[in-house]
């Protein structure tokens, strides 16, 4: 079984029985930006606080 769908079957199994299908949606996006940013923190795909105040004052 692949990670993606392992981690999928336990965020889905660890929901209460009530959720709904927004419930689910929602927790499987979180789950796959968390995952893709911590991959580009990896990477070093970041900027620094520094480099992100330059940026926004710049404009």
Do not use: C
Not at 19 to 39: C, G, H, N, P, R
Not at 48 to 57: A, D, G
């Amino acid at each position: 079984m692949s990670k993606a769908k392992e981690a999928a079957i336990k965020i889905i199994t660890n929901l209460p029985d009530q959720a709904t299908w927004d419930d689910i949606m929602y927790q499987l996006y979180v789950k796959k930006k968390i995952e893709f940013s911590l991959k580009a923190a990896e990477d070093g795909k970041v900027y620094s606080h520094e480099e992100v105040k330059k940026r926004i004052l710049n404009k």
